[in-house]
């Protein structure tokens, strides 16, 4: 509760300050933010603590607010700088921190009423940030496919929370707890609206038409948080439902086994290096999905793990993405060429950061995928087989995009606008690197849980 208090008298504080300063000052005032949150993972890690009346914190939920606060900051930091958004950027940020103070209250609510609407609000903002600096062309259509898919979705969830709240007069989520002998109906109902958020496949399809759309800064968001709050959501719901592995659970196993080889078929096709790095994250979305259906410890540290790491590692992609087509006005493969070989270090941040995603020892990516593969071979030997097939295949589109971006050659030289990097993307490319080094040597937290 002290955090949102901190929030909203900071930014109340920065209504009041001069619009060159109120960037700097809405930065700094994340950085605060994601500070205090940490005082959060002070606890056993063992139980939730709570808060208030309306709040409480555990080890999962105090993982993804710092990741928020860290997240939504390094996008304001990145935005600030880039043509697009200048002379509105005011708005901008005003609406990031709208959505930062709605996802936070999202992972710390304790009643799955609060928590639907929360969950569903966030998809305010974010549609304003795609309608407004969004692409000129596909910017109408990607929005429809958002609300259609994510409203749609949840909408089977509202009827189970609202049967909850007619059956048991409370839909508190840390004392009910209730196992029966659900149907495929009922569960399908609970999980399709989290599982389109991940998103699984084959629910997929919304997410390469917003990320193309969309700004460097919402998509960096939208890769970085908004991802990973289907995860959270299917955490929850699994300990308020006593879930165990059950039917459907295996059909989820086996369609997301199916979808990280398609994440991967379809990267090695894609020419658009944002398109590229949205597939990309609908095939590692697989790993979360398959640790947490598993219905193990190592299944759920793992998933944590893919989750907190992909968020830092796709929004640095996006970063990159933004940095580099701010060099040539495109974010095609070829045109960036020029402007990679142009500019030594931000070739060589293209070969950390791809490392990185394709999970190269000691990126803490490769401890997700080992225990999420244990899990999944725990249930049935056989799912090496995808899962050795997916490597394979993201090894070949990894190389494939930074071997065409440092070392191919164009038939037409492309201008490079070298006063469009400046030192304050290269920073925020720092700061999403730090935090994977803390996941490496923390990562054993969320066994505690």
Same mark, same amino acid.
């Given at each position: ?5 901190l ?9 009041f300050?001069?619009?060159?300063? *109120? ?18 993972w002070?606890?056993s ?7 208030s ?20 900051g ?23 921190t ?6 936070? *209250?999202?992972?710390m ?24 600096w ?15 898919y ?13 049967a ?11 004392f ?9 109906i ?12 991940l ?13 193309? *759309? ?32 059950e039917?459907?659970g295996i059909?989820?196993?086996?369609l ?13 096709? *894609? ?25 193990t ?9 893919m ?27 070829k045109?960036?060429?020029e ?5 030594p ?8 950061m ?22 999944a ?22 190389f494939?995009l ?12 492309t ?13 925020a ?21």
């Amino acid at each position: 509760m002290s955090l949102l208090i901190l929030m909203v008298l900071s930014c109340f504080c920065v209504v009041f300050l001069n619009k060159k300063d *109120q960037v700097v000052a809405v930065i700094n005032c994340f950085g605060v933010w994601s500070a205090f949150s940490l005082t959060y993972w002070g606890g056993s890690g063992v139980s939730w603590e709570s808060l208030s009346e309306l709040f409480c914190v555990d080890i999962y939920s105090s993982s993804l607010i710092s990741l928020t606060l860290w997240v939504c900051g390094i996008s304001i930091m990145v935005s600030s700088a880039l043509l697009n958004l200048r002379g509105t950027f005011n708005l901008f940020w005003v609406l990031v921190t709208l959505l930062a103070f709605m996802l936070v *209250q999202c992972f710390m609510v304790n009643t799955l009423a609060m928590f639907y609407v929360l969950f569903e609000s966030t998809l305010v903002p974010m549609i304003s940030i795609i309608g407004i600096w969004g692409g000129q062309f596909e910017r109408v259509p990607s929005i429809q496919y958002i609300a259609a898919y994510t409203v749609g979705g949840s909408f089977p969830l509202l009827l189970v929370f609202t049967a909850m709240e007619l059956h048991s007069g409370s839909s508190f989520m840390w004392f009910i707890c209730s196992k029966m002998d659900f149907n495929w109906i009922f569960w399908t109902a609970c999980f399709l609206g989290f599982l389109i958020k991940l998103p699984a496949y084959p629910f997929h399809t919304w997410l390469p038409k917003a990320h193309v *759309q969309a700004p460097v800064g919402g998509s960096v968001i939208l890769a970085g948080i908004l991802l990973k709050l289907g995860g959270y959501g299917i955490t929850r719901l699994m300990m308020l439902f006593s879930y165990t592995l059950e039917s459907f659970g295996i059909f989820v196993i086996v369609l997301s086994l199916y979808g990280s080889v398609y994440g991967a078929v379809m990267c090695i096709r *894609q020419s658009d290096v944002k398109k590229l790095i949205a597939f990309s994250s609908v095939s590692h979305m697989a790993f979360p999905v398959i640790g947490l259906f598993s219905c193990t410890e190592v299944g759920l540290v793992g998933a944590y793990i893919m989750l907190v790491s992909h968020g830092f590692i796709s929004s640095g992609l996006f970063v990159l993405c933004g940095i580099s087509s701010e060099l040539v006005h495109s974010r095609k493969i070829k045109a960036m060429n020029e402007g990679v070989r142009a500019i030594p270090s931000l070739g060589f941040i293209w070969l950390v950061m791809i490392m990185a995603n394709l999970g190269v020892p000691p990126c803490p990516v490769i401890i997700s995928e080992v225990l999420s593969v244990v899990s999944a071979i725990a249930l049935w030997p056989w799912v090496f087989v995808p899962l050795a097939l997916y490597f394979v295949l993201s090894g070949v589109y990894s190389f494939s995009l930074y071997c065409q971006l440092t070392t191919s050659k164009v038939k037409h030289k492309t201008e490079v606008l070298f006063n469009e990097v400046t030192l304050k993307d290269m920073k925020a490319m720092y700061l999403l690197l730090y935090p994977l080094v803390e996941v490496l040597f923390k990562w054993d937290l969320w066994a505690m849980a």
